[in-house]
């Protein structure tokens, strides 16, 4: 089944060799939460939902029955973004060999890269879904002044040293707001490094400010897989909507969730 579309557009493969090229790499400028977490998937576009397993997940036989607790399943989302490309483009780039005007294309990707970071950072109360700011027996700390002194240090080291003596031990990852990552970017007295040049060997360099989501935001998280995922249904792909006005319309989709199996591997500072 070709569920998008894409036989029905008439025009040439290699105009869309040019479009998923834009969407793509478009996509992974702007992506900051696949830079840290591991991909389960892709699934296929039919799945809908994909179990997440806590870290009590057992299966449990009774009666010659058996069940397996610890499991739940959450729903894939789709999530879209479309955007236009005008009939005289597309015909002046293929019968002229010109180049093929994207800037829609390029912009509709962005979109969609900050639409899945919202998803993973902050979740959306409105499907039920959590995020990696907002879950549930996520460690709390509360942050310091990091614009001044050593409170951002001392934070990230408290959010280390509990994540590693509760055996959370693996690939550490600071995502924070951008203001927040600016404070960092200052002299430390008496040390010659910037802060965040200090911070950033505490995680293996793994520091992303996070888009335009909000202000004081931040989180550091141990992203292995036991831990946490992202699931994959439909991976970043581009359909053929329609024909209108002449002019050809898009569809940027993805089917994915968050699966956060043990909330521990969480610190959020507020």
Request: net charge negative; hydrophobic share 40%; glycine share 8%.
């Amino acid at each position: 089944m070709d569920y998008l579309a894409r036989e029905s557009a008439p025009f040439s493969p290699e105009t869309w060799e040019k479009i998923d090229s834009a969407v793509i790499d478009n996509a992974k400028k702007h992506m900051v939460c696949r830079r840290f977490l591991n991909i389960y998937g892709p699934l296929g576009p039919g799945a809908s939902t994909v179990p997440v397993d806590g870290p009590n997940k057992a299966e449990s036989p009774e009666n010659g029955l058996g069940r397996i607790t610890g499991r739940k399943l959450v729903e894939l989302p789709q999530f879209y973004e479309d955007f236009t490309l005008l009939w005289r483009d597309i015909e002046e780039s293929e019968k002229l060999d010109r180049p093929l005007d994207l800037s829609a294309a390029a912009s509709a990707a962005q979109r969609s890269a900050k639409r899945e970071d919202e998803l993973i950072l902050f979740g959306n109360k409105a499907l039920g879904a959590e995020g990696l700011m907002t879950a549930a027996g996520s460690y709390k700390i509360k942050r310091g002044t990091w614009n001044e002194g050593e409170d951002a240090y001392k934070d990230v080291a408290h959010a280390i040293a509990y994540l590693s003596s509760n055996s959370k031990l693996g690939r550490y990852a600071l995502v924070l707001s951008p203001e927040l990552y600016l404070d960092l970017q200052r002299l430390q007295p008496n040390v010659g490094l910037l802060e965040l040049d200090r911070i950033s060997k505490l995680v293996g360099g793994r520091v992303y400010p996070a888009g335009p989501f909000g202000t004081g935001k931040a989180a550091l998280v141990c992203a292995e897989p036991q831990y946490m995922d992202l699931a994959v249904g439909v991976d970043l792909s581009v359909g053929y909507l329609e024909l209108k006005d002449f002019n050809h319309s898009f569809r940027i989709l993805e089917t994915a969730a968050l699966r956060i199996k043990d909330p521990s591997a969480i610190v959020a500072f507020e």
